[in-house]
């Protein structure tokens, strides 16, 4: 059990150096390939095995990548009433479960309604119902058959504003759309409203629906998708010099933030607190990173400078790891530019549960407060040995015990977005932190 | 009111038979739609009040109505309360097709 600070009779203080109100992680919730409780998730993303598999949604003969991490068995009606699922994308039945999960781990959050907010990170929306409906619709006589759920079911924001209706939360409702990097955005935009005091408690996620034909078709025609057909589950292999694409994935992941000193003061369980945040863009390329990873080391440095720390002070990384070739080479590039030839050790989730799209850095964020919470990183699945010239230590086989120390996650979008958190234990806690997981 | 009793004396000059019909239809519909129950759809249930029926559901009642011939104007979309008042307006409608 975790001791609240009053019992211990040293609270941390409740603002930072720069007298911002500090933001803790106090819940997590998963709709994942990993899983669809913490627990499952967590001894999943610990195993180090990848769970990818052909897929079994629809018939991918005609693709050139036919593997995914789907997510098994899920049943929105668990969530919401039969009539609210109806009216939903899938992308968004997604985010709702793991909102409500999340929100249920947490307890009872502190904030009246309107200072109770959500921002979700969301890569495509629903681009499942507009291919249906388009099929529905492809003549000029099938105007006709347009429904009027087709707005509502695809707009990004859909997810967002779904959570703050069935929560009845009068705060803001953000949509955050950057790609591979929407999740990770999605935590920090959400952190800022705390810490400026806009909002005390947010559910903060990202969420996707990647495993459709439409979806997987089009990043197959981007190259991007591993073509190991026939080895699902060594695919997917970050920063291995025979990665050839990532595996594609879907669901949702959310976390609940609260401020620090109203989280103490109801004796929340702490998972950690959210020390730095940063986002940049490129400005080069619609779909290829810079490939130098000079922008993105600026974003990491960034994340850090927002946290008061150094290089030095961060204990591993959480890194976006896609195992494109293109990612892994720039973001390796960045790393060792931030790092130096040695780097803490580093992890890439999507090696076990694939590439959660706008749902992906939201996941991570998952894996990046367990780990904190854990003092222990994962193993990354499937490395052998890095490009020539990258010396990353990548955790392999089996978990690396750190202690809590700060986790710097990475995310990288199509579009050159960049956004980097750093999460660790809550400082001024003691030598027995706050966290217990 | 007015609406009423020009329903009313419409739904004479439909047969038991083409009501059974229409109503057997309306029901399918609304189950599908405002996902509900089939015997929660009964002639008397007001489909705001008692279905839970909104703009969204009406906008698909009407599409729904429109693929057996019945197009349903503003007027009876914001008048209808009951599953008899849709039927009755399905039942004088010239076009419709629920019980050929």
Known sequence: MTATAAERGSAPAATDARGRHRVVVTGLGVQTPAGCDLDTFAETAWSGRSVARTVTRFDPARLSSRIACELPGFDPIRYVGAKAARRMDRFAQYAVAAALDALGDAGEVPGSADRCAVVCGVGMGGHQTFYEQSVLSASPEGMGKVSPLLVPMIIPNSASALIAMELGWNGPALAVAAACASGTTAVGEAARLIRCGEADTVLAGGCDNGVTLLSMAAFCKLGALSRRNEEPSTASRPFDRTRDGYVMGEGAAFLVLERLDLALARGARVYGEVLGYAHNNDAHHITAPLPDGSRAAQCMRRAMADAGMTPADVGSVNAHGTSTPANDAMEARALHLVFGERTPPVTAPKSVFGHLMGGAGAAEAVVAALTVARGSVPPSANFSEGDPGTSLDVVVERPRQLGARPVLSNSFGLGGHNACLVLGPVAGAGAAGLSSC | ?100
């Not at chain 2, 009951?82 to 019980?99: C, H």
């Open chain 2, 1 to 100: 009111m007015k609406h009423k009793a020009a329903v009313t004396q419409q739904e004479s000059t439909a047969t038991e038979a083409e009501r059974e019909a229409t109503f057997g239809i309306l029901r399918e519909i609304c189950v599908s739609i405002l996902t509900v129950r089939p015997e929660e759809v009964t002639p008397e249930v007001s489909l705001r009040d008692g279905l839970g029926a909104d703009s969204l559901d009406f906008a698909e009642l009407s599409m729904a109505l429109e693929d057996h011939g019945v197009v349903l104007s503003e007027e009876d979309v914001r008048s209808v309360d009951t599953v008899a008042d849709l039927m009755d307006i399905v039942l004088r409608a010239p076009g419709r097709k629920v019980s050929a």
